[in-house]
Structure formats: C-alpha cells, structure tokens
C-alpha cells in the first residue's frame, strides 16, 4: 500500500495569508492529485500531474496553485487565502495504467478566519 | 466519465452482510469498477476493484455481472467500525485516471 503523507493535519489561519499544503509519496507513483472537499459533501478534484513538470487544473476550479518538481513532492500553494477557500485538501497519488487506484493521504482540514 | 449510481443510505446491524449495489450504465470497455470506503476526516481509502465476476480480498467481495452494467459491494458480517460512506467509481486510463466521486452509500452500522 501507497505511503503518503499531508502536513499539516489541521491549520487555522488569517485572511490574506499565503499558505503551502504539503504532500508527499514514498511509492514512487507518477500521478498526483488534489481534491477539495467540504464536510458530508462529494471531492472534488482540483489539481492533478503525470509526472515531473506536469501539471491540468481539475473538474473544480481552484484559486489555489500546484507545483510537481520532484517526483515524490506535489505542494499545493494558496497565495492570499480567504475564507472561501475554507475546506479539507486531500492528496492522492497512483501509479501509471489502466484503472490503477488512487492512494489517499488524511488531508489538511484549513479554516480561514 | 462513467457515472455511477449508487443509495444514499443504509443502515445494518452488527454481524450482518452488507451488499451495496452500484449502477454504471455507460462503463467502457477498459474502465475498471473500484470501491473506496471513508471514514470523517480521513481521506478515502481503496477496498476493492475488478473488472468482471468476482473478486475477493480480505475486506470485501466484488460481484459484476456479465454486461457489466452494475456492480455490487459485499461486506461480510459488518461491525461497528465499518460505519462509513463507501464510493463506487469506474475509472479507465483517461486523462490520469481521473476520478468523478459521487455522494457515496452512507453506511451505518448498529449494536
């Protein structure tokens, strides 16, 4: 099974701030994904990559911005965070192939004041 | 995308099996049909896939008919800590293998 890992867990932070969610996967996977997700409702992907270098906005557009330098690293980046953007961020990896699952990290629940 | 159909709800009792059924009426022919369960806070946890007949782990079994056109999740003897929204998706490599979640089977187990 996929190790990946979502720092930090929960974050409460101001209007305006700039905000970096982390993910990071030990497996080697070359496909990466963000969802976002409000509580008792349906993910919705936001960000997703192929690989280094890559990366395609999602079904749901998002304020927030990806990065895909390491094959292992995929941050997601909220450069003036407002209370809108208020959700749980959950990361996902799998590696290439028809039909191959996605492996979830525990997702950052961000509560903008 | 394939969309899928899938209860709002159900509710069992400890020990019981569960089956939750999923309906694909458009699945292609290189889509695979993949369950994930989630608990609250947590993200979503993969269960089970298959692309026809029956597979089985050491969580749950997977019954697909020949057309393929549905699909349906088995969880023997459930407990209280399968209490939980289980996802049914179909998912062929297209575009990432991109997932479409729905709203998901709420289940809720009890004493």
């Known amino acids: 099974e996929a190790d990946i890992y979502q720092t930090p867990r929960y974050l409460v932070i101001g209007t305006g701030k700039k905000i970096t969610l982390e993910c990071s996967q030990t497996?080697?996977?070359?496909?990466m994904y963000w969802y976002q997700q409000d509580p008792g409702m349906e993910l919705h992907l936001i960000h997703y990559?192929?690989?280094?270098?890559?990366?395609e906005k999602g079904d749901l557009s998002s304020e927030s911005t990806v990065s895909r330098i390491r094959t292992e690293h995929f941050p997601l980046t909220l450069e003036s965070a407002r209370p809108s953007h208020t959700s749980q961020y959950l990361c996902?990896?799998?590696?290439?192939?028809?039909?191959?699952?996605?492996?979830f990290g525990d997702g950052t629940r961000l509560s903008i004041l | 995308l394939a969309k899928t159909t899938q209860p709002i709800s159900m509710d069992s009792y400890e020990g019981q099996e569960v089956n939750i059924t999923c309906s694909h009426n458009?699945?292609?022919?290189?889509?695979?049909i993949t369950w994930y369960q989630q608990f609250p806070s947590q993200g979503p946890r993969f269960i089970i896939q298959?692309?026809?007949t029956k597979v089985t782990n050491e969580v749950a079994s997977l019954f697909i008919p020949a057309d393929r056109k549905s699909s349906t999740l088995s969880l023997p003897r459930v407990s209280l800590s399968d209490t939980a929204v289980y996802y049914c998706?179909?998912?062929?490599?297209?575009?990432?293998?991109?997932?479409?979640f729905g709203g998901g089977t709420r289940l809720m187990v009890k004493p």
């Open positions: 996902a990896s799998s590696k290439s192939g028809d039909g191959q699952p996605q492996h």
């Open positions: 497996m080697g996977h070359d496909k």
């Open positions: 990559s192929y690989g280094v270098n890559s990366t």
């Open positions: 458009n699945i292609a022919t290189n889509d695979y």
């Open positions: 298959g692309y026809k």
């Open positions: 998706l179909v998912v062929g490599n297209n575009a990432g293998n991109m997932l479409t």
